[in-house]
């Protein structure tokens, strides 16, 4: 239904989105997730074109929509976008904000729109409120009435831009269970959401945005529990981080220490905890710059929110081979108490460096 070809927006200077290409069937319902500033919601209002692409081109049902011959109203018309910010006139009732555009750009009679109207306001449970304005409505109730104007509008796909980041949590609920509503009886839905679980259970599949590309995209199951790339598996683990990176023998032990206890002070993790990762980073280091040197070595410790749990890994140059198993080191006194404290340790080749991650236990 919709194909996406190397899509690019500037902003002055400001890449926001390089090279994005994608495709949505008719059907899918696709969660488009990542942190903020990552290009999200500027990829969906440049499918409706609300922000002019300055690069690439964007299909519907083989249609080039940036072409100077496309009928650009039609097109937009096929996609409506609920934002999260409701957009609705104030001016006017809740039918009235829903028959407006039927009669004025459809051509629909009052009364058949009025009662298409009636009948989406009972799909998203809001018929009693038909005469009311939108002052009178609360947050959940504006955003249903919102998604009920666009389905007045006879969509082939919806777009929702962050729709609950509006809400207070209590009515959350309620906008997220009209949208589940609306993906069982097979309405196409591309949807920026920070809501993670509702992603993994209502999607087809999921597409995570990082550095203004899709950074990973799949079906849920596997991007929410064994994304493959590595910001995926930090934005979905809730993974905050410190890096280090060593250049000698010599490196400065003691401010490592202390940038190591702020980290875990910071995540309200104990002492021992801070303690134990000191120790272990001492002996690893000290594997890792056995000889001459220079060295390039990117030490990163890791603590994961959702799992609670804290990873120390390396990235170092030089021949493949595990770090742990060096033939220069005095003895295995190092080795040992790694393993002691750490489980899961991994070593894996990363073109022409060697990656070490082990897990607290």
Do not use: W
């Not at 962050?162 to 209590?170: F, I, K, R, V």
């Not at 994304?227 to 934005?235: G, I, K, N, S």
């Not at 460096?353 to 082990?358: E, F, I, Q, S, W």
């Amino acid at each position: 239904m919709i194909r996406v070809e190397h899509l690019s927006k500037k902003f002055g200077e400001l890449d926001v989105l390089k090279d994005i290409n994608a495709e949505i069937a008719v059907g899918e319902v696709i969660s488009i997730i990542g942190p903020s500033g990552t290009g999200k919601s500027t990829f969906l209002r440049c499918l409706n074109l609300l922000d002019q692409p300055t690069g690439g081109r964007i299909f519907i049902d083989g249609q080039d929509i940036l072409s100077p011959e496309a009928d650009v109203p039609a097109l937009r018309r096929r996609m409506g976008m609920v934002f999260q910010s409701f957009n609705l006139f104030a001016h006017l009732t809740v039918l009235e904000n829903l028959t407006l555009g039927p009669v004025r750009l459809l051509g629909q009679s009052s009364a058949t729109a009025a009662k298409a109207g009636i009948d989406l306001l009972k799909l998203v449970g809001l018929a009693e409120k038909a005469d009311a304005f939108p002052h009178e409505l609360s947050g959940g109730q504006k955003q249903r009435v919102a998604i009920a104007r666009c389905l007045s509008m006879q969509p082939d796909i919806l777009l929702f831009d962050e729709p609950t980041s509006a809400l207070d949590p209590t009515m959350v609920s309620e906008v997220l269970a009209v949208i589940r509503r609306l993906a069982r009886e097979g309405m196409t839905m591309a949807i920026v959401t920070h809501e993670m679980e509702f992603a993994r259970d209502v999607s087809s599949r999921v597409f995570y945005m990082d550095q203004g590309l899709i950074y990973e995209e799949g079906p849920p199951a596997r991007v929410f529990n064994a994304p493959e790339r590595e910001l995926t598996r930090q934005f979905i683990n809730k993974v905050r981080s410190l890096d280090f990176t060593i250049t000698s023998a010599d490196y400065d032990l003691y401010a490592l220490f202390g940038q190591i206890e702020r980290f875990c002070e910071k995540h309200a993790l104990p002492n021992d905890t801070a303690q134990t990762v000191e120790l272990l980073v001492e002996e690893l280091l000290s594997l890792l710059t056995l000889g001459p040197g220079p060295f390039a070595i990117d030490l990163t410790v890791a603590y994961s929110e959702k799992s609670r749990t804290l990873e120390v890994s390396t990235e170092s140059d030089g021949p493949p081979g595990n770090p742990l198993e060096n033939p220069a080191a005095p003895d295995d006194l190092g080795r040992i108490l790694i393993e002691t404290y750490a489980r899961d340790i991994a070593c894996t080749r990363l073109g022409q460096r060697n990656r070490l991650t082990m897990t607290l236990k």
